[in-house]
């Protein structure tokens, strides 16, 4: 009897990168529902943009480049860095923001770098950055979160949408008029002012640790990442480094000085801290693939996001400090090259 | 410490390896059944790392089971003997599981009547022979290892140098294989008879035989076996059922905590690691008068009747074992000789099983997955965590991508052991180890033509040391002035003649 032959193993692996793709966006769908209880439906319209921008994108940059379209597609990679792209914008955001972000990400980022697997950079972060040096103004469409208590206006399905598609309100509603500063441009803004940190907190915008409702979408962004840990999609080291490196700094100087310093938890629990540790930081391109070198990347992370949050010019540091730490990825491996075995250090 | 003759409890737990599917109830359900002798065997004439024997019998010659067939051709190859016995059919090359080319080979028809060589006594007191006379025995009854290396045990336990440590490998780490645990469930007391005569042969002070944690049967009986031996130098050592920790270099690891190191032998750290299959095998010899004839085959698979273990005659074909267990059920639509992450696809079935022979699956199509179409690396560092060498498998993958030598070399390719575990990885589906050793024969390549490059290059530099050398001699011994005179006629007729 004659049988097929191939090279060893003959045991393909059973993971897929479309597989783990498919689990990093179900452990952020939770999230994405809580985000927009609270914030409304922009956030559904920013991930359609931002879905059908990136894929479209991808589909030519893939044509361009003569690669094979729908088999690359599929693998999830321009689906995943869409719904983190869209779930880091203001729920009242319109579309070209969203799109210039995404086209800018998938076409520049990733595919002129080589595509899946050769981006230097986290796509995500540099379509938000991108944006939110691009415009400004667009990017603080953040409507106060859906608590009952608080006073403010919201636009209901229909003016979301009118704003998402052309930028302008019905009637005489103005963007001014609906976002509220969030609570790391409120602490910014107080400390700025002079103000304690127990004056600022006065501020119905903030919940028991973080901003209120911002602590619940992180509630449920740190389950999300805990079930990336118990699938083994992720690994503990980047978010632990993250989550220490601001930690640990935002312990020190709230230790320091705590009247004037916002303490860890709230640290913790506003903006994009949970989401960044769990979801961006452990992008595997962009990131170190030793277990030392994942540690050393997340701490410089978790550390440039304090800085730039108490010292820098941006309210959220996340993007920055995640960009910042990719360009020293080659580095780090370089520096955490385990020992091999036989062989002396 | 409740148990003298268990060691060290309590094994470190490795962070690298994968974890597959065992897949080895399959063939453990039935005792291990004694094959008849085949029709006909043919058995190789080559061993592992070069090593070959030299046929003393001629075609037509009658054989009994066990006669010697084939001497070693230097000191340190191997012995052969008949497996069956019978009649010489023909000395020639003939194809091999794992060689391109044909290779040498005996092949031998079955008589009929089976008849015994009676030239090897029983020795039932071996262990308190001289070292060297049971070296020089083990090495007359053609004992290899039997692990899949196919190396002459004695020139391995020559290598031996003082109060080495022994190690008997149970740990048959693989999915599908299950003959090293069948053995040990079966025949316990051999294998620890075994171990003592290796002990005795290096004068080990410790002999430890590992076996893995989902073997507790195994594990009763070997305890058994020990008590009964009442050795305080045996014991025993359990350790994780990760692939690849069966592996020699990752099995000395676990065990003792030590590294081989690179590019040398567990011998340079006082350690002779055997298979258990070969300390049952001399034990057989010693006790029995038997040479190495026959070895423990798993033959299972969803694509064969009723898998088992089957100790077989070395040099029957696969079909003759597929035959045995029942013959093929379904469809396979693979065979492997070994097992599914290290074995080797077979083309077809004819081809004859060596003593290195553990495993023989047929898979049905399915049965191991299909392998989706290859996609990029994304960096996921799976490969880094699965690695036991603790490379960086992505990195060499660029590496032998740009055909660059010297940074194959940095990332430490020779001390990749071929185990696939990056392979088994891979959400990308690259196929790395066939990579790799590619890279492998890069790098030799590279380093053969360099070894010649710098010899031209010597041979080049002493020429011209020597012209030189002569040169600057002769102004030293200026010729005297008529010398020079006949020299300076003696060039004239040949310069041409110009027609005027």
């Known amino acids: ?345 | 410490m409740s148990d003298p003759v268990v060691w060290n409890a309590q094994p470190r737990r490795p962070a690298w390896g994968v974890r597959t599917p065992r897949r080895k109830t399959l063939a453990t359900q039935a005792p291990i059944l004694r094959a008849p002798p085949p029709a006909r065997v043919t058995i190789p004439l080559v061993g592992g790392a070069g090593t070959s024997a030299q046929p003393v019998v001629v075609p037509g010659q009658s054989l009994h089971c066990g006669q010697p067939v084939a001497t070693p051709t230097a000191a340190g190859h191997p012995c052969i003997h008949a497996s069956i016995a019978g009649r010489v059919k023909d000395i020639g090359l003939y194809p091999v599981a794992g060689s391109a080319q044909p290779v040498p080979c005996i092949v031998i028809e079955r008589s009929e009547r089976e008849t015994f060589w009676d030239g090897y006594p029983v020795q039932p007191e071996a262990s308190s022979l001289p070292a060297a006379e049971i070296r020089r025995q083990i090495a007359a009854a053609g004992i290899v290892g039997l692990g899949g290396a196919l190396f002459p045990t004695a020139a391995k336990l020559d290598s031996a140098g003082q109060a080495p440590l022994l190690l008997l490998n149970g740990a048959e780490c693989e999915a599908y294989i299950s003959c090293d645990d069948m053995l040990l469930r079966e025949h316990a007391e051999r294998v620890v008879a075994g171990g003592r005569i290796l002990s005795a042969a290096i004068g080990a002070e410790l002999c430890v035989i590992a076996i893995k944690t989902d073997m507790p049967e195994a594990r009763r009986a070997l305890l058994d076996a020990m008590e009964a031996a009442a050795d305080p130098r045996m014991v025993i050592s359990t350790v994780t059922a990760k692939y690849p920790a069966g592996g020699e270099r990752q099995l000395i690891e676990l065990v003792f905590g030590r590294e081989v190191p690179a590019g040398g032998r567990p011998a340079d750290i006082g350690i002779i690691c055997q298979n258990v299959g070969t300390a049952a095998a001399v034990a057989d010899f010693f006790l029995d008068g038997r040479p190495l004839i026959s070895r423990i085959v798993t033959v299972t698979g969803g694509g064969i009747a009723t898998p088992c273990n089957i100790e077989a005659r070395i040099g029957t074909s696969v079909a003759d074992l597929v035959q045995l267990a029942g013959g093929y059920a379904g469809a396979p639509e693979r065979l492997i000789m070994g097992g599914p992450m290290m074995g080797i696809a077979l083309a077809d079935d004819e081809l004859p099983i060596s003593a290195a022979t553990n495993c023989v699956i047929a898979a049905t199509a399915g049965e191991l997955g299909e392998a989706p179409a290859e996609l990029p690396c994304i960096r996921c560092g799976l490969c880094v965590e699965a690695c036991p060498a603790a490379l960086m498998p992505q990195e060499l993958l660029t590496a032998v991508r740009d055909e660059n030598t010297a940074r194959l070399e940095s990332l430490g390719i020779s001390e990749c052991i071929e185990c696939g575990a990056c392979d088994y990885s891979c959400p990308s589906h690259i196929p790395l180890t066939a990579q790799f050793h590619a890279g492998k024969r890069l790098l030799a390549n590279a380093q053969l033509s360099r070894r010649q490059a710098s010899i031209a290059r010597a041979r080049f530099e002493a020429r011209n040391r020597r012209l030189a050398d002569e040169n600057r001699a002769q102004p030293e011994n200026p010729p005297d002035a008529d010398a020079l005179q006949t020299l300076l006629a003696r060039t004239r007729p040949r310069t041409p003649e110009r027609p005027d």
């Not at chain 1, 879905?51 to 995943?80: C, F, H, M, N, Y």
């Not at chain 1, 953040?142 to 009952?148: F, K, Q, T």
Request: glycine share 12%.
């Open chain 1, 1 to 345: 009897m004659r049988f097929a032959t191939a090279q060893p193993p003959q045991w393909p692996s059973p993971s897929s990168v479309s597989g783990m793709m498919r689990i990093v966006i179900l452990a952020l769908l939770p999230a994405i529902m809580v985000s927009a209880w609270f914030y409304g439906p922009g956030v559904f319209f920013n991930i359609i943009i931002a879905v059908i921008a990136a894929l479209g994108t991808e589909a030519i940059a893939l044509r361009l480049r003569q690669k094979p379209v729908t088999a690359t597609l599929g693998d999830g990679s321009a689906l995943v860095a869409a719904l983190l792209f869209a779930f880091s914008l203001p729920p009242l955001c319109p579309w070209w923001v969203t799109a210039s972000g995404m086209v800018f990400a998938i076409g520049l980022v990733k595919h002129a770098y080589g595509g899946l697997g050769y981006n230097l950079f986290n796509p995500a972060m540099a379509g938000y950055v991108l944006v939110l040096v691009s415009f400004p103004d667009l990017m603080t469409g953040w409507p106060a979160p859906d608590i009952g208590d608080l006073d403010y206006q919201r636009p209901g399905i229909g003016a979301t949408l009118q704003y998402c598609l052309t930028g302008q309100f019905p009637d005489a509603l103005t963007l001014d008029a609906i976002a509220r500063a969030t609570t790391l441009d409120s602490v910014r803004a107080g400390l700025g002012a002079m103000r304690t940190m127990d004056e600022i907190r006065m501020n119905p915008v903030f919940g028991d640790f973080g901003g209120a409702g911002w602590e619940w979408v992180n509630n449920f962004v740190a389950m999300g990442g805990g079930a990336l840990l118990l699938l083994g999609i992720i690994r503990w080291h980047i978010p632990a480094g993250v989550l220490g490196g601001l930690l640990g700094m935002a312990s020190f100087v709230w230790l320091l000085d705590p009247e004037i310093s916002p303490s860890p938890a709230f640290h913790l629990f506003s903006g994009g801290a949970i989401l960044g540790a769990f979801f961006i930081a452990t992008d595997p391109v962009s990131s170190p693939t030793t277990a030392r070198g994942r540690l050393i990347h997340g701490a410089g992370i978790g550390m440039l996001t304090y800085i730039i949050r108490t010292w820098g010019s941006y309210a959220d540091g996340i993007a920055f400090a995640v960009l910042l730490m990719n360009m020293t990825v080659p580095l780090i491996e370089r520096w955490t090259r385990p020992r091999i075995y036989g062989r002396s250090a």
